[in-house]
């Protein structure tokens, strides 16, 4: 898993609880594998396909600093695959676990196209 970028959590990123708001940390995760995908599919005509099961593992108050992780898990004719953590950056003690996110390259009419990767060059993309 490497984790790609960090996020300081302000009072605007907060619920009535005080924690850090789900949908906020989902719309960063979101935009961060997205970035992901298109890097490893070189095409910025990716979108969100499927997001598993979350599991909001413990929260993060003003002030925390968080990271984003991201590991490839699997490429389909159309599709790329993630899983995703996201962590405290001091404690490293995990906030929110996602087993799979999926993203689908389209075309012009949001229809999903090949991509043309294989399993052998994201493995080569993944040791640079």
Same mark, same amino acid.
């Given at each position: 898993?490497?984790?790609?970028?960090?996020?300081?959590?302000?009072?605007?990123?907060?619920?009535?609880?005080?924690?850090?708001?789900?949908?906020?940390?989902?719309?960063?995760?979101?935009?961060?594998?997205?970035?992901?995908?298109?890097?490893?599919?070189?095409? +910025?005509? *990716?979108?969100? &396909?499927?997001?598993? /099961?979350?599991?909001? #593992?413990?929260?993060? !108050?003003?002030?925390?600093?968080?990271?984003?992780?991201?590991?490839?898990?699997?490429?389909?004719?159309?599709?790329?695959?993630?899983?995703?953590?996201?962590?405290?950056?001091?404690?490293?003690?995990?906030?929110?676990?996602?087993? +799979?996110? *999926?993203?689908? &390259?389209?075309?012009? /009419?949001?229809?999903? #196209?090949?991509?043309? !990767?294989?399993?052998?060059?994201?493995?080569?993309?993944?040791?640079?």
């Amino acid at each position: 898993m490497k984790f790609y970028s960090r996020k300081l959590i302000k009072p605007g990123d907060l619920n009535a609880n005080n924690s850090l708001f789900g949908g906020a940390l989902l719309k960063w995760i979101d935009e961060e594998a997205g970035i992901y995908a298109m890097t490893k599919l070189d095409s +910025k005509q *990716v979108v969100t &396909k499927f997001i598993s /099961e979350i599991d909001f #593992v413990s929260s993060a !108050k003003q002030g925390d600093v968080i990271e984003i992780g991201l590991e490839f898990k699997a490429i389909g004719r159309t599709s790329i695959t993630f899983s995703c953590i996201v962590r405290n950056v001091f404690t490293k003690k995990a906030i929110i676990a996602i087993e +799979k996110i *999926v993203f689908v &390259k389209i075309d012009a /009419e949001e229809k999903p #196209v090949p991509h043309g !990767k294989t399993i052998e060059t994201m493995n080569v993309q993944n040791q640079v």
